[in-house]
């Protein structure tokens, strides 16, 4: 039943965080909660979640990723955002060093999709993880731990080639066979002493297109 002066749409919004929370780990974006609560356009979106955070009903942070928060949720913590991984060819970066020294987001998640891990985001480019689940635009969450095992999806530093890459890790003598999930493509082999792992994937947050 209605309660007197409840808005309807906004009470919808409302229970769309938190039902997107309470299975994501994490806030919905403006244009998940349009699609998921069939609003018109973002601006609508943004015209109640002002209201709601007016009302102090939600908290957000313009300056971080997915910052929505529930007053009455459990804490979460602020993971960066690095920049992009290729799940394709691999995309050149300046050096190891170099690629994590500064994040260009940041983005607001629940404790329980970190698992209490200190992680790192990166967003995915290419479609070479497609059977994984891992879509372009994408983002990962990378431990950074290199004791690895075969099967692991790593964010993979090649160093002759200067470049970084998604895929799977599997270990062949003095070889390593960087795998895609992606029946069309090769894999990519190369020497151990060439490769450097950057991290193990340990949680992926989708995007809707």
């Given amino acids: 039943m209605r309660k007197p002066g409840v808005n309807l749409t906004r009470q919808k919004v409302i229970e769309y965080i ?5 299975d994501k ?5 403006v244009r998940d909660i349009m699609k998921g609560c069939n609003l018109s356009s973002t601006a609508v979106v943004q015209h109640h979640l002002k209201v709601l955070e007016n009302e102090h009903q939600i908290e957000r942070d ?3 990723f997915r910052s929505i928060q529930l007053p009455d949720r459990k ?14 060819m691999p995309i050149p970066v300046l050096n190891s060093e170099s690629w994590s020294i500064e994040a260009v987001d ?6 329980d999709i970190t698992r209490g891990k200190e992680v790192f985001a990166l967003r995915v480019k290419g479609q070479s993880m497609i059977d994984a689940f891992i879509d372009d635009g994408d983002i990962v969450l990378v431990e950074q731990e ?8 790593v964010a993979a530093w090649l160093k002759r080639e200067g470049e970084v890459t ?6 062949e003598g003095r070889k390593i066979r960087l795998q895609p999930a992606n029946a069309t493509m090769q894999p990519i082999v190369t020497d151990a002493s060439n490769l450097e792992i950057q991290g193990r994937v340990v949680a992926v947050i989708r995007t809707l297109s």
Wanted: charge should be negative.
């Fill in 25 to 29: 780990g994490y806030a919905p974006t």
């Fill in 62 to 64: 313009s300056r971080v």
């Fill in 75 to 88: 804490s979460t913590v602020k993971v960066p955002l690095l920049g992009t991984i290729a799940a394709g």
């Fill in 18 to 22: 938190r039902e997107f929370y309470d």
């Fill in 166 to 171: 998604l895929k799977k890790y599997f270990a």
């Fill in 146 to 153: 290199r004791d690895i095992e075969n099967g692991d999806m």
């Fill in 106 to 111: 940041t983005l607001e998640l629940s404790e």
